[in-house]
Nanobody, 116 residues
Framework: QVQLVESGGGLVQAGGSLRLSCAAS????????MLWYRQAPGKQREWVAT???????TYADSVKGRFTISRDNAKNTVYLQVNSLKPEDTAVYYC??????????WGKGTLVTVSS
């Protein structure tokens, strides 16, 4: 079992920045890949970014160049630096851990609200 707790969300003006954190606990040795997703009001959850155990990162086109995913293995924490925020970035941001066998673990999310 893996437990994930997100933090760092809040209300920010357009153009602003936040750093979202995802702290992992439990069977963290089993985690391969960490991901961030988001879900805007009335919309489906969408993938935002991925970081592998080797540090390879990928991003959705909508956030490329503005968001940066990173991980601190010593702290068992994954971060999502979100810059140049737009109102359309308003969403609940979820952290996700992928483990061997195809299982995924999810946090409860942190809300990011971007005002225009």
């Amino acid at each position: 079992q893996v437990q994930l707790v997100e933090s760092g969300g809040g209300l920010v003006q357009a153009g602003g920045s936040l750093r979202l954190s995802c702290a992992a606990s439990g069977s963290i040795f089993s985690i391969n890949t960490m991901l961030w997703y988001r879900q805007a009001p009335g919309k489906q959850r969408e993938w935002v970014a991925t970081i592998t155990s080797g540090g390879t990162t990928t991003y959705a086109d909508s956030v490329k160049g503005r968001f940066t995913i990173s991980r601190d293995n010593a702290k068992n924490t994954v971060y999502l630096q979100v810059n140049s925020l737009k109102p359309e970035d308003t969403a609940v941001y979820y952290c996700c851990a992928a483990v061997p066998g195809g299982s995924y673990y999810w946090g409860k999310g942190t809300l990011v609200t971007v005002s225009s």
